[in-house]
């Protein structure tokens, strides 16, 4: 952490005003280097209030997701954050950190992306400064086999954070959508670099949509897409989210790792909102249709279909009445 980060730490901790000379003296620095510090913070949106005789009071933090903003709220051992203000996506940055090493909890932030990607080849739509498009860098040594799971057990981590901070029943529609009233408010891209027996890393990348208004969404999604706080009527304090979803990421993956899918398939399915529904799952492979059971220990879809029960690892669902 740099000097600027840790003028924040103690004047966060701080019972009242700390003088100049007693952050030049934590510091050893003279107390112009503490004054330089200190405009520097404030030309990156803290509010520090001081005056010679009291010394300095930390008043206001950027909404911003950077380390220094986020710090206060980690909870668990995932802790090196790259933020950026704006990137292509934040998978591509987290791609690249994982091929150089970067250990597994990395994670990238950004608070714009100008070619966020969702599933399926589509859009992220990423305006600047009232979402969370985040990237996560992990290592399983599992088999190929199980990563697909990884993304169901993200929208589970995804909804648990969901329903920490708002008075709100998050829904799960399979694979990975995260939905509030039938609307979407997030979802997650799972990819990864792998041999036939080995898995190099997954970038597991989400975006939810935290605070953004009617016209933070293009015209195509306005009836489908939903934000936390157009859902709750709260604005949502975007670092207690992420830390938020850090912590509820970390858990459930440490779970998984030690006792796989099967271990929270129950509480997966009681997050779902397709159970009991008619859909139709769009695969490369075919169509098919059918009444939701449920899911599988290994995450696969579980359908009653017109000849009897069935299982589905991938595509798209859409439900039959059109309300999911
Ligand atoms: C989907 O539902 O289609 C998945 C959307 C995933 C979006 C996130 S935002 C952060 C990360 N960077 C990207 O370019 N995409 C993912």
Same mark, same amino acid.
């Given at each position: 952490?740099?000097?600027?980060?840790?003028?924040?730490?103690? $004047?966060? #901790?701080? +019972?009242?005003? /700390?003088?100049?000379? %007693? !952050?030049?003296?934590? &510091?050893?620095? =003279?107390?112009?280097? *503490?004054?330089?510090?200190?405009?520097?913070?404030?030309?990156?949106?803290?509010?520090?209030?001081?005056?010679?005789?009291?010394?300095?009071? $930390?008043? #206001?933090? +950027?909404?911003? /997701?950077?380390?220094? %903003? !986020?710090?206060?709220? &980690?909870?668990? =051992?995932?802790?090196? *954050?790259?933020?950026?203000?704006?990137?292509?996506s934040?998978q591509h940055?987290a791609r690249?950190?994982a091929?150089?090493?970067?250990?597994?909890?990395?994670?990238?932030?950004?608070?714009?992306?100008?070619?966020?990607r969702?599933r399926?080849?589509?859009?992220?739509?990423?305006?600047?400064?009232?979402?969370?498009?985040?990237s996560?860098?992990?290592?399983?040594?599992?088999?190929?086999?199980?990563v697909?799971?990884?993304a169901?057990?993200?929208?589970?981590?995804?909804?648990?954070?969901?329903?920490?901070?708002?008075?709100?029943?998050?829904?799960?529609?399979?694979?990975?959508?995260?939905?509030?009233?039938?609307?979407?408010?997030?979802?997650?891209l799972t990819e990864l670099e792998?041999?036939?027996?080995?898995?190099?890393h997954v970038i597991a990348g989400?975006?939810?949509?935290?605070?953004?208004?009617?016209?933070?969404?293009?015209?195509?999604?306005?009836?489908?897409?939903?934000?936390?706080?157009?859902?709750?009527?709260?604005?949502?304090?975007?670092?207690?989210?992420?830390?938020?979803?850090?912590?509820?990421?970390?858990?459930?993956?440490?779970?998984?790792?030690?006792?796989?899918?099967?271990?929270?398939?129950?509480?997966?399915?009681?997050?779902?909102?397709?159970?009991?529904?008619?859909?139709?799952?769009?695969?490369?492979?075919?169509?098919?249709?059918?009444?939701?059971?449920?899911?599988?220990?290994?995450?696969?879809?579980?359908?009653?279909?017109?000849?009897?029960?069935?299982?589905?690892?991938?595509?798209?669902?859409?439900?039959?009445?059109?309300?999911?």
């Amino acid at each position: 952490m740099g000097p600027g980060g840790q003028i924040l730490d103690w $004047l966060r #901790g701080a +019972p009242g005003p /700390l003088s100049g000379a %007693e !952050l030049a003296r934590r &510091l050893g620095c =003279s107390r112009a280097a *503490v004054w330089k510090q200190v405009a520097a913070l404030r030309r990156e949106g803290y509010e520090i209030r001081g005056t010679p005789s009291a010394g300095y009071v $930390l008043a #206001g933090v +950027p909404d911003r /997701l950077g380390p220094s %903003e !986020l710090s206060p709220y &980690l909870r668990g =051992s995932w802790r090196r *954050v790259e933020w950026r203000a704006e990137v292509d996506s934040t998978q591509h940055l987290a791609r690249d950190l994982a091929r150089a090493g970067a250990p597994e909890g990395t994670v990238v932030v950004a608070e714009s992306q100008t070619g966020g990607r969702g599933r399926l080849g589509r859009q992220w739509h990423s305006p600047p400064g009232v979402n969370l498009y985040c990237s996560l860098v992990l290592r399983p040594s599992a088999p190929l086999a199980v990563v697909p799971c990884l993304a169901l057990v993200a929208g589970l981590a995804v909804a648990d954070a969901v329903s920490d901070v708002a008075p709100l029943r998050a829904g799960l529609k399979w694979p990975n959508d995260v939905l509030v009233g039938g609307r979407k408010v997030a979802g997650i891209l799972t990819e990864l670099e792998a041999e036939v027996e080995r898995v190099h890393h997954v970038i597991a990348g989400i975006g939810v949509n935290l605070n953004g208004g009617p016209e933070d969404f293009p015209p195509e999604l306005a009836a489908k897409a939903t934000s936390l706080r157009l859902a709750s009527g709260h604005q949502v304090n975007r670092a207690v989210f992420t830390a938020g979803l850090l912590a509820a990421l970390e858990a459930r993956y440490t779970r998984f790792l030690a006792a796989g899918f099967a271990a929270m398939r129950s509480e997966w399915e009681a997050y779902s909102s397709l159970t009991g529904k008619e859909v139709r799952v769009t695969a490369p492979e075919g169509e098919v249709t059918g009444r939701v059971l449920g899911v599988d220990d290994d995450g696969a879809l579980r359908l009653a279909g017109p000849r009897g029960e069935l299982r589905v690892v991938g595509g798209e669902v859409t439900v039959a009445d059109g309300y999911e």
